[in-house]
T-cell receptor, first 113, second 114 residues
Framework: GESVGLHLPTLSVQEGDNSIINCAYS??????FIWYKQESGKGPQFIID?????DKRQGQRVTVLLNKTVKHLSLQIAATQPGDSAVYFC????????????FGTGTQLKVEL | NAGVTQTPKFRILKIGQSMTLQCTQD?????MYWYRQDPGMGLKLIYY???????DKGEVPNGYNVSRSTTEDFPLRLELAAPSQTSVYFC?????????????FGPGTRLLVL
């Protein structure tokens, strides 16, 4: 079946460095992607989204890049802070999937002081 | 707005017992969802609802039931608890007025079945 997966289970970065979290998706019909942040003991929190007609979208300290050719999604966090430590999930909605999200496994981001 | 609220926060059940996980949202969202998250894994959709009186199965519906009598509430029912249902359960809601909208999640209910 279709799946959304992440390349690395754990990413460690130094405070102040930029972080890049990657995600591969297999459903070429997906047209909407979301990045969620999940802190320990809490529910997922929306970070940023992107539609398939875009290649890049920027938010506050975060940028999402979409490469439809290789079905790859990335989340870039600028000047990573200790508060960024969390698990990050990418999720996708197929064009005919209504509003049902398919989540990847997640990447644990650890920020070292 | 409180957003999405869930009760209880934590519960221990014995095998075969039943319980209802409560979910309420005050954002007037028409879509609501139930997910489960196993340790170190992503979220899997159990059931969802596109409006009051309408529910549908997600990826892992077996062992669960839902109802949606009001826009605000979307309870999840476990009739015969099994150890495989030990997980963290998240409720979410979204408003799909045009295109696809972001889902907002509650804080979760941690369930342990022994």
């Amino acid at each position: 079946g279709e799946s959304v997966g992440l390349h690395l289970p754990t990413l460690s970065v130094q405070e102040g460095d930029n972080s890049i979290i990657n995600c591969a998706y297999s459903n070429s019909a997906s047209d909407y992607f979301i990045w969620y942040k999940q802190e320990s003991g809490k529910g997922p929190q929306f970070i940023i989204d992107i539609r398939s007609n875009m290649d890049k979208r920027q938010g506050q300290r975060v940028t999402v890049l979409l490469n439809k050719t290789v079905k790859h999604l990335s989340l870039q966090i600028a000047a990573t802070q200790p508060g960024d430590s969390a698990v990050y999930f990418c999720a996708e909605i197929p064009s005919r999937g209504g509003n049902k999200l398919t989540f990847g496994t997640g990447t644990q981001l650890k920020v070292e002081l | 707005n409180a957003g999405v609220t869930q009760t209880p926060k934590f519960r221990i059940l014995k095998i075969g017992q039943s319980m209802t996980l409560q979910c309420t949202q005050d954002m007037n969202h028409n879509y609501m969802y139930w997910y489960r998250q196993d340790p170190g894994m992503g979220l899997k959709l159990i059931y969802y609802s596109v409006g009051a009186g309408i529910t549908d199965k997600g990826e892992v519906p077996n062992g669960y039931n839902v109802s949606r009598s009001t826009t605000e509430d979307f309870p999840l029912r476990l009739e015969l608890a099994a150890p495989s249902q030990t997980s963290v359960y998240f409720c979410a809601s979204s408003s799909r007025t045009s295109g696809k909208e972001t889902q907002y999640f509650g804080p979760g209910t941690r369930l342990l079945v022994l």
